[in-house]
């Protein structure tokens, strides 16, 4: 651990800073909390640093920034960014005293002139520290909602899908804090779900927050509206880490026999029987979820 914090605020090559940063975040995950929690503070130290773009790797001058320098940018700023969900998830809510000296640091990627990929690194990252943080994420709600709902109409697919992604952590993990926005949120994600979005995985994880708002929150939501466009979006086309979440969502409408479920409950059989015989959703049959 002295080593990679030693790496991270000295070490003056980007790539091996980054590399420093991946393997300490595999690390942290493969092994849990206790194997970093003598070294919390200081790695949380060098993490800001890095955030800052203060560590040595950063202060070297170049005669002038090429493509080269913007592409070890980006790798140094990724991994970096993928240590915080990394102490999220093995720290859960008490990860929060961190997560709020980090987060001006990590938000100032999301504004101008911060190019489409540092935006979406932001929104990424904010999503997978909901998930391993929970409830406390509801302080930030109203820092981070106005970012996304922006990403969700951006004209780039992968920062479409990880706004989609990210809105549904906020609603599943902010409580009351993100109820105002579910207007919003829902609004934003009708238009992935319209012909006009080209990508499926977009189309994925926009029916993955409509999932978890309606696991959390179900009566915020007109689901006589919001059921047909969600059902008609089944069975999930590619990005199948949604699965789990989407078709239990499903199964507990059905098992609950709710009154908007049963005009469509053809159409739910129908995309069932897809993905009951799709090899790629081996690990969330319908049927396996029901019981």
Do not use: W
């Not at 030693?6 to 940063?21: G, H, L, P, S, W």
């Not at 979005?197 to 939501?221: F, K, L, T, Y």
């Amino acid at each position: 651990m002295n080593i990679y914090i030693k790496t991270m605020r000295e070490d003056d090559d980007k790539e091996v800073v980054a590399q420093a940063c991946t393997s300490l975040a595999d690390i942290v995950r493969d092994c849990g909390f206790a194997i970093i929690e003598p070294y919390i503070t200081r790695l949380a130290d060098a993490t800001l640093i890095l955030l800052r773009q203060e560590s040595c790797c950063q202060q070297v001058e170049s005669d002038g920034e090429d493509d080269g320098d913007i592409d070890h940018d980006e790798v140094l700023m990724d991994a970096v960014s993928d240590l915080l969900p990394a102490f999220a998830k093995v720290m859960g809510s008490y990860f929060d005293p961190i997560f709020t000296k980090l987060f001006d640091s990590l938000m100032k990627f999301a504004k101008s002139p911060h190019p489409p990929q540092d935006k979406t690194m932001v929104v990424a990252t904010l999503a997978e520290v909901a998930q391993g943080m929970g409830a406390p994420i509801s302080a930030y709600v109203d820092k981070i909602m106005p970012l996304v709902l922006k990403e969700l109409a951006s004209s780039e697919a992968t920062n479409r899908r990880n706004a989609a992604f990210c809105v549904g952590e906020m609603c599943k993990n902010g409580g009351a804090a993100a109820l105002k926005y579910y207007g919003d949120i829902l609004h934003g994600l009708h238009r992935l779900f319209a012909d006009s979005e080209p990508d499926d995985a977009v189309r994925d994880n926009a029916a993955g927050a409509i999932a978890r708002m309606i696991m959390v929150q179900p009566q915020s939501i007109p689901l006589n509206q919001v059921l047909p466009v969600f059902i008609k979006a089944l069975p999930l086309k590619e990005d199948h880490e949604e699965s789990m979440v989407v078709y239990s969502c499903v199964c507990n409408l059905l098992l609950s026999s709710h009154p908007q479920i049963l005009p469509l409950v053809p159409d739910v059989i129908n995309a069932f029987a897809q993905v009951v015989v799709s090899p790629n959703e081996m690990l969330c049959h319908p049927l396996m979820l029901m019981h």
